[in-house]
């Protein structure tokens, strides 16, 4: 087989490539190690930022989203037992974000590319990548029993944090950057009426809650648990009560519980792997870096990855100019860097650290406090949670 492009992993950096690519006349492949229902019953994202709403609509992929998707120009902060407003809108100038399930759109994305009628090949397994530093850079994977080659031009990998083709690097010719932090997030879909119109992040001296939502009828809700915690331990009461001991009395009282459809402990970790591009190899989204979801950056990072690639191959094969792929992994890392810092930075406010001590819940209450009185205190937040546009440092 070839193709211009071999993209390995249909997550939605991979979707989102494969829709750019063919949207400018480049063809490209993609292979996935799971079956599309696999993919889709991974419960991940749950906000979009503008940035990312733009490029959605570009390819045309955007009629569910602006149909089911919720816009939301607030969230509440919780801490000391109060809510404060965080007014998105009025502190940016009028950004918003969009609460759409990335389930969704990874759903709207595989609609689109089956519609078009490209080549996804699922349940690929044992993918290699060879050459991708030589003249000739080809994949290699399994299907149905039979190995199989495609020869390309590039390779973008989209194949997240345990891919194969970040680990296919050599040692020498790359460089991690990794913090993990002492505690993960016990998540749970319900279908059951979100807590409040708006997001709530609460800093509680019990741990971080987060309750989010998918719909007016469907809800994620987030605990900060021990690293050692195991999933099965949490029985469905044991969730809601410890989640309604972290919330707010009003809160506590609206809060409708409801049987788990899916629950799950994350780890968290902050992760830069530098450069994102080796020879005709990509990275790209989780495959190049990982931010803890406190700041909602994940897939937002991940959709900005992919239209800087697509802008790059699209020159590199239509107009035969390399400007564009030797500038890509310097062009996303400035931008991951800002999103790692805001994540990094909003994760160590919000939750509990096993060595802060007594005092150190008072301080982020002290930081918290200064940041909802302080306008400009507000406005940092604000600015970097909507996402801080393509330009910004230019
Ligand atoms: P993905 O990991 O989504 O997709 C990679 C794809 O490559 C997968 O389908 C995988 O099966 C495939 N693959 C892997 N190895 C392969 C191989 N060898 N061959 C072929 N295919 C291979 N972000 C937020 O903004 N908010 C959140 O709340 C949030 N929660 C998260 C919870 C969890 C448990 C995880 C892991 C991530 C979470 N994220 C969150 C981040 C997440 O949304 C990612 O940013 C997003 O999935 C990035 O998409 P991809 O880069 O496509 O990577
Ligand atoms: C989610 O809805 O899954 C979600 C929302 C905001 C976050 C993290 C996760 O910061």
């Known amino acids: 087989m070839r193709s211009q492009v071999v993209i390995v992993g249909a997550g939605p950096s991979g979707l989102l490539l494969g829709q750019l690519l063919y949207r ?47 816009v939301h120009t607030g969230f509440d902060l919780l801490f000391k037992g109060k809510r404060h407003r965080i007014d998105l809108a009025g502190l940016t100038g009028g950004q918003k974000v969009m609460v759409y399930g990335q389930t969704e759109v990874t759903r709207d994305l595989m609609a689109a590319r089956q519609a078009a009628g490209l080549k996804t090949i699922y ?88 309750c989010s939502q998918r719909s007016h009828t469907r809800s994620r809700y987030y605990l900060q648990v021990p690293l050692t915690d195991q999933v099965e331990k949490w029985s469905d009461t044991a969730f809601w009560s410890e989640l309604r001991l972290r919330l707010d009395p009003a809160a506590s009282e609206q809060l409708v519980s409801g049987p788990s459809i899916e629950k799950s402990i994350a780890p968290l970790r902050s992760f830069v792997a530098e450069p994102m591009r080796f020879g005709s190899l990509f990275l790209a989204g989780d495959a190049a870096h990982i931010v803890p979801p406190t700041g909602a950056k994940g897939l937002n990072l991940a959709a900005t990855d992919v239209k800087y690639l697509s802008d790059a191959l699209i020159e590199a094969c239509i107009e035969k100019s390399q400007a564009g792929i030797d500038h890509y992994s310097s062009r996303c890392l400035a931008r991951v860097w800002r999103a790692e810092r805001f994540s990094w930075w909003f994760t160590s406010l919000m939750h509990s650290f096993p060595d802060q001590g007594e005092i150190g819940q008072k301080l982020q209450e002290a930081e918290l406090e200064y940041l909802t009185i302080s306008p400009s205190g507000s406005r940092t937040i604000a600015e970097n949670y909507v996402g801080l546009p393509l330009n910004f440092g230019d």
């Open 24 to 70: 400018a006349g480049v063809d490209a492949i993609i292979l996935e190690r799971q079956s599309p229902e696999y993919v889709l019953g991974r419960i991940r994202a749950g906000v979009l930022e503008q940035v990312t709403l733009n490029i959605l609509s570009e390819i045309g992929v955007d009629e569910r989203l602006h149909k089911e998707g919720l």
């Open 123 to 210: 349940e690929a397994t044992d993918v290699e990548i060879h050459d991708f530093d030589g003249k000739h850079p080809s994949v290699r994977f399994s299907k149905d029993g039979q190995r199989h080659t495609i020869t390309c031009d590039f390779i973008a990998g989209c194949d997240g944090f345990h891919g194969v083709c970040r680990a296919s690097v050599p040692k020498r010719s790359i460089k991690e950057y990794e913090k993990i932090y002492p505690f993960g997030w016990l998540g749970v879909l319900s279908d059951t009426p979100p807590v409040h119109e708006e997001l709530i992040y609460v800093n509680s001296s019990r741990g971080f809650a987060l």
